[in-house]
Each structure stands twice: as C-alpha cells, then as structure tokens.
T-cell receptor
Framework: AQSVAQPEDQVNVAEGNPLTVKCTYSVSGNPYLFWYVQYPNRGLQFLLKYITGDNLVKGSYGFEAEFNKSQTSFHLKKPSALVSDSALYFCAVRDPTDKLIFGTGTRLQVFP | DAGVIQSPRHEVTEMGQEVTLRCKPISGHDYLFWYRQTMMRGLELLIYFNNNVPIDDSGMPEDRFSAKMPNASFSTLKIQPSEPRDSAVYFC???????????????FGQGTRLTVV
C-alpha cells in the first residue's frame, strides 16, 4: 500500500538556522510528492511538489525539497528559518490511482 | 476563482442529530477529496471522487457517514446519527488528475469544525 512517513512529531530550530523536515514514502510507480503547510485554524496550503525532473524542487516562502529515489525520501528544507515558519507541515504522495495520502505531520517550532 | 469553499465553518450539534457538510470545489477540477483531521489520527482520507463518481470510500469510518457529489460543483458529507467521537475538522480539497498532469496539487478549503455534544 502507498504510504508516507514523517518520523518526527516536532522539529525545533533557532531563527536564522537551517531547517529540515523529514519525509519518506512508499509508492509503486513514479511518485508524485508534495509538501503542505497548515497554520492554526486554517486549511492546508500547497508549498511545493515533485513530479519529474530536477531532484531539488523550489517552492513558496523560500522552502525547497530534495527528492532522493534511492532513499525514497523527500525532505523539506530551508536555509534560514523564520519565526513565522512555525506551523504544521505535511508531506503527501499521490498514488497511481490518484489517491492523495498525507503523512502524520511535523510541527515546526522556530525560536527567536 | 474563489478557491474551495466549505460550509459551515463551524457546526455544533447534539448527539444523534444529522449533520451535513458542504463543499464547492474549484471550477474545472476533476477530483474531490474529503478528509478528517483530529489530534489522535491526524489527516485521514475519507473518500474521493473523480468526475462526480466515488472512487474509494474505504476511509469512511462507519455506515453513519455518507458522501455524495450530485454535480461537478457540489459535494456533501453527511453524518447520521452524529456521535461525540465524530468531533473533528473536516476538509474538502479538489484537484486536476494526478498521473500525466503537472498541475496535480490539491487545493484545500478552510474546513468545517464539527463539535458533537
């Protein structure tokens, strides 16, 4: 079965430091991978996606993600964290049946 | 386009009552997804539609839950009878198809916060 794993419930980082939020996936065929962010009392907002092409994908708000096929990973990164980046982050995969499956989410806390 | 529109934003109901959640997807999107978000279970996919036809409803927790999509611009999720454990935030999302499409990301509504007392 297709699945997405986010091994960390929470990631803490100081403002200005680089951040990484981890995601691994399991899907048959070519993976379509996504990152979303959720701010309190809001819906999920699309950040970036990997469909094909370059393994390093750039998205909104300075975020990027690296697709690694051999490690089946799609980690979210940002070179310099902001306090305003604090939110809940979800990794997702779209499987060959077009089902869109989300990970359990990782809470990012950026401290001033 | 105004995005995915869900109504109501908040719903408080008594146990045993029928609850209907509504969703208007983005015009032109072929797919519509219903999710439930709770602290314990995270974001669960309940059911999804392609061109108004339900494709996979294996995530619907019980027979008390039902979903319909009578046309391309409207979907409902109904709970009858409602129970306190149904309290959650329910999200609707819509998208173009996945495979073979570049614009394949889903767009989410603001959600309906359901409280069953």
């Amino acid at each position: 079965a297709q699945s997405v794993a986010q091994p960390e419930d929470q990631v803490n980082v100081a403002e200005g430091n680089p951040l990484t939020v981890k995601c691994t996936y399991s899907v048959s065929g070519n993976p379509y991978l996504f990152w979303y962010v959720q701010y309190p009392n809001r819906g999920l907002q699309f950040l970036l996606k990997y469909i094909t092409g370059d393994n390093l994908v750039k998205g909104s708000y300075g975020f990027e993600a690296e697709f690694n096929k051999s490690q089946t990973s799609f980690h979210l990164k940002k070179p310099s964290a902001l306090v305003s980046d604090s939110a809940l982050y979800f990794c997702a995969v779209r499987d060959p049946t077009d089902k869109l499956i989300f990970g359990t989410g990782t809470r990012l806390q950026v401290f001033p | 386009d105004a995005g995915v529109i869900q109504s109501p934003r908040h719903e408080v109901t008594e146990m045993g009552q029928e609850v209907t959640l509504r969703c208007k997807p983005i015009s032109g999107h072929d797919y519509l997804f219903w999710y439930r978000q709770t602290m314990m279970r995270g974001l669960e996919l309940l059911i999804y539609f392609n061109n108004n036809v339900p494709i996979d409803d294996s995530g619907m927790p019980e027979d008390r839950f039902s979903a319909k999509m009578p046309n391309a611009s409207f979907s409902t999720l109904k709970i009858q009878p409602s129970e306190p454990r149904d309290s959650a935030v329910y999200f609707c999302a819509s998208s173009f198809p996945g495979q073979g499409f570049m614009n394949t990301e889903a767009f989410f509504g603001q959600g309906t916060r359901l409280t069953v007392v």
